[in-house]
């Protein structure tokens, strides 16, 4: 709304001024008289006039800013205490928890329409900036100093945000995704993010013992930051194989340090990347580099350093069988 008042008193002062000069041009033209020009002084009131309208078009333009400033219309104050959503920035993704439903879900922000959330915005590491541009605000990410918005959507779809402001080499792909629905859509996809799948320990001593391979030593991020070579064949190896074991999968996400960074309820809780206990319910994988499905989650896993360059999962080395029965067990996770 904002944007049309904006965009049409702009439109309509342009119009204004290309009328104007276009018919000074013409008008007086230089037509072959000698010497300067006419240089005498104007009408007064044309100079109040042109100062006092201007001044009323900032002034009407400021004051429909500054409103929409106060978010949602509902009327709700503003707490900055108990918010019902905490958003973390991190580099190069997005944490975000519901402490009242007992939610933690990472890139992807659900909300129901047509109520306020209160949403506390918080980092890491380095500042961020939370932005979905539909839900008209943008604001701050401060680590060690937190900042409140109300936020509202009132339309069902999905929405594009970003961080808005630059926070190291992966900047441009820490997007995040607003996915706008109805309370019962909301509700049934809380149920779901609360499900605890089952923790692998059982499922990994029901597999045979002895099955999994010695893994490789993950190299360090930067030692893999100069050669990332393209790694499109490797995806192509693992996806012809016969479907990964679940529990061999299990078990490899114990075994390595998967469970340093990553938390899977029941399994592991760190919180230095994302959440993955419904990591196969997403949309998409680091935050929006690639669409979320088997194909990807095989290249991402071989190597997340050839797909997101830089960023802070270690390429683990995993053999194409290994990938495999990873990917078998990441993909339980709905
Ligand atoms: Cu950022």
Not at 248 to 258: E, L, S
Not at 287 to 310: M, Y
């Amino acid at each position: 709304m904002l944007t049309l008042w904006v965009f049409g008193i702009c439109a309509l002062i342009f119009l204004v001024v290309v009328v104007w000069v276009g018919y000074s041009v013409v008008r007086f033209r230089h037509r072959g008289e000698e010497g300067e020009p006419d240089q005498r002084q104007i009408n007064k009131n044309y100079e109040i006039a042109w100062t006092i309208i201007p001044t009323l078009i900032c002034v009407l333009l400021g004051w429909l800013t500054v409103e929409s400033m106060f978010g949602p219309r509902s009327g709700e104050p503003l707490r900055t205490e108990d918010p019902d959503i905490i958003i973390t920035g991190a580099q190069w993704w997005w944490d975000i928890r519901y402490p009242k439903l007992g939610v933690v879900a990472a890139n992807e922000l659900h909300l129901p329409v047509g109520r306020p959330f209160v949403v506390q915005l918080s980092s890491n590491d380095v500042i961020h900036t939370f932005w979905i541009p539909d839900l008209g605000r943008k604001q701050q990410m401060i680590p060690g100093h937190d900042n409140f918005i109300t936020i509202q959507e009132d339309m069902i779809g999905t929405f594009l945000g970003a961080c808005a402001q630059y926070c190291g080499n992966q900047h441009a792909w820490m997007r995040l995704l607003l996915v706008a629905q109805s309370p019962a859509d909301f509700d049934a996809w809380v149920a779901q993010q609360k499900v605890v799948h089952p923790a692998p320990v059982a499922l990994a001593s029901a597999a045979a013992p002895g099955k999994t391979a010695p893994v490789p030593q993950p190299i360090p991020v930067n030692a893999v930051l100069q050669a990332h070579p393209e790694d499109s064949h490797a995806a192509d190896e693992v996806a012809g194989m016969p479907a990964g074991n679940v529990a061999r999968g299990a078990r490899i996400y114990q075994q390595q340090t998967c469970g340093n960074c990553h938390a899977i309820e029941g399994v592991s809780s760190a919180r230095f990347a994302p959440d993955l206990s419904h990591v196969a319910s997403r949309a998409t994988l680091g935050a929006g580099v690639l669409e979320n499905n088997k194909k990807n989650l095989i290249r991402w896993i071989r190597d997340p350093q050839a797909v997101k360059p830089g960023c802070n999962m270690p390429n683990f080395q995993f053999t194409a069988e290994q990938t495999n029965d990873l990917v078998a067990y990441l993909e339980t996770l709905q």
